[in-house]
Structure formats: C-alpha cells, structure tokens
C-alpha cells in the first residue's frame, strides 16, 4: 500500500492545521493507522493512532486534548487535526500503516508542520 500525506504548512502559535494521508488501497478492519512525527535533531515519535474496524484512537500523551486523528472509510483516509499548536509541533509528520501498535509497515513520505511563536 502507498500512503500520501499532505496539509502541512507554516502557521502561527494557536493556529490548526488538518493533516491528511490517503491510502491507496482499502485499509482492512483489522488495520491500523496512525501519525508519528521527527523534530529537527530528534527521532521520530509516536504521535496518534486508530483502529480501522473499531475507530478506536490512541494518542501521545503531549498531544493529547489538541490533536484528533479520525478516519474516512470510504476514502480510505486518515485525518489528524491538530489545535492549539506550539512550536514544539514543529517537525515532518509521517503517516503509516500496519497490523500493531504502532504501525509502522508502511509510510507516506512525511508533511512539514512549521509553528512560529
């Protein structure tokens, strides 16, 4: 499967930003996908997580109350709204797929989110 990630920009502290990543081909029930994210000099991060079948989500727990991942079925697409950003959101956000948790079989080819203060 090919994911593409996109709706990474440069925005403002306080600002959202909707990330999406379109698979190209249907996820089964029994998939998962999720977002990480790499910092400038860090490594990249677990940051948000769902469950095809049941939609349940799992989440980093710095962005926990901020960030929402959710899922179009139809679309085969996966969403992450991120409010109330900060500078330290700044990093390439990575989209993957698989079987576990986190999943991590297959990854898009990452979106820069910028967050100036």
């Known amino acids: 499967v090919q994911l593409q990630a996109s709706g990474g920009g440069s925005v403002q502290a306080g600002d959202s930003l909707r990330l999406s990543c379109v698979a190209s081909r249907r996820i089964y029930s029994s998939g998962i996908m999720g977002w990480f994210r790499q910092a400038p000099g860090k490594e990249r991060e677990f940051v948000a997580a769902?469950?095809?079948?049941?939609?349940?989500?799992y989440y980093e727990d710095s962005i926990k109350g901020r960030f929402t991942i959710s899922k179009d079925g139809a679309e085969n697409t996966v969403y992450l709204q991120m409010n109330s950003l900060k500078p330290e959101d700044t990093a390439v956000y990575y989209c993957?797929?698989?079987?576990?948790?986190?999943?991590?079989?297959?990854w898009g080819q990452g979106t820069l989110v910028t967050v100036s203060s």
């Open positions: 993957a797929t698989g079987a576990t948790l986190p999943p991590s079989s297959y």
């Open positions: 769902i469950r095809w079948g049941s939609g349940r989500t």
